[in-house]
C-alpha cells in the first residue's frame, strides 16, 4: 500500500533553515508528481510546493518562493523540502502527498516551529 513518511521537522529560530524528507513506499515513486502541503492552527491545509516525476517542474505557493524548495530523489523514492528565511507564519504541520489511481494520500505529517 502506498505509505508517505514525512521526518525533519523542529523547532528553529526564524530566519533559520529546515530540510524535510519524504520517504514513499507502495507505488512506482518516479511516475509521479509529489506535493508538499501544510496546515497551520485554526487554518485549512494549503498547498506548499509540487514537483513533477522527473523533478523538471516545480511550483511554489506564493508565500514561500525564493525562500522554499522542492527536490526529488527517484533513486532513494523520496521528496525533500528545503525551507530557508524562516518566518513565524510557517509555523504549521507539514505534510507530504500523492495522488496515486485518482486517490489522494497523506502522511503523518512533521510539526514545524518558527519562534524565538
Known amino acids: 500500500q502506498v505509505q508517505l513518511v514525512e521526518s525533519g521537522g523542529g523547532l528553529v529560530q526564524p530566519g533559520g533553515s529546515l530540510r524535510l524528507s519524504c520517504a514513499a513506499s507502495?507505488?512506482?515513486?518516479?511516475?509521479?508528481?509529489m506535493g508538499w502541503y501544510r496546515q497551520a492552527p485554526g487554518k485549512e491545509r494549503e498547498l506548499v510546493a509540487t514537483?513533477?516525476?522527473?523533478?523538471?517542474?516545480?511550483n511554489f505557493a506564493d508565500s514561500v518562493k525564493g525562500r522554499f524548495t522542492i527536490s526529488r530523489d527517484n533513486a532513494k523514492n523520496t521528496v525533500y523540502l528545503q525551507m530557508n528565511s524562516l518566518k513565524p507564519e510557517d509555523t504549521a504541520v507539514y505534510y507530504c502527498?500523492?495522488?496515486?489511481?485518482?486517490?489522494?494520500?497523506w502522511g503523518q505529517g512533521t510539526q514545524v516551529t518558527v519562534s524565538s
Open positions: 502527498h500523492v495522488i496515486v489511481v485518482s486517490r489522494n494520500y
Open positions: 514537483i513533477s516525476p522527473s523533478g523538471g517542474s516545480r
Open positions: 507502495g507505488f512506482a515513486f518516479n511516475n509521479y508528481a
